[in-house]
């Protein structure tokens, strides 16, 4: 694995931690400002265009090393597939 896809993995753990915990997004829906403004140790590079390249739809043919799992819904704002936050919740669970 390389280090650009290790860093997005770890983003996508933390957001979906954050969404799970209440700490960012409101539902299943997140900005792109919120993800840049919750995460400012991780640069604004990789978090501003971390959702969108995370697109269900689009994302697969602009960043095939991502993980797939956000619905653009409006400019910056992306709702976040239920299958992957369950995903996420089961794993907490495991721990």
């Known amino acids: 694995m390389d280090n650009h896809h290790g860093i997005t993995m770890t983003l996508k753990t933390r957001l979906l931690d ?3 915990d209440g700490e960012i ?14 995460f ?4 604004e ?4 265009v971390f959702l969108s390249n995370s697109e269900i739809t689009t994302g697969a043919r602009h960043s095939p090393t991502y993980d797939h799992f956000t619905e653009r ?14 995903a996420r919740l ?3 669970q495991a721990a």
């Open 18 to 20: 954050a969404l799970l």
């Open 73 to 86: 819904l409006d400019e910056g704002k992306y709702r976040i597939h239920p299958s992957a936050l369950l």
């Open 25 to 38: 997004g409101r539902g299943l829906v997140v900005t792109r400002q919120e993800l840049i403004r919750h």
């Open 40 to 43: 400012p140790d991780i640069p």
């Open 90 to 92: 089961n794993e907490r």
């Open 45 to 48: 590079v990789t978090t501003g």
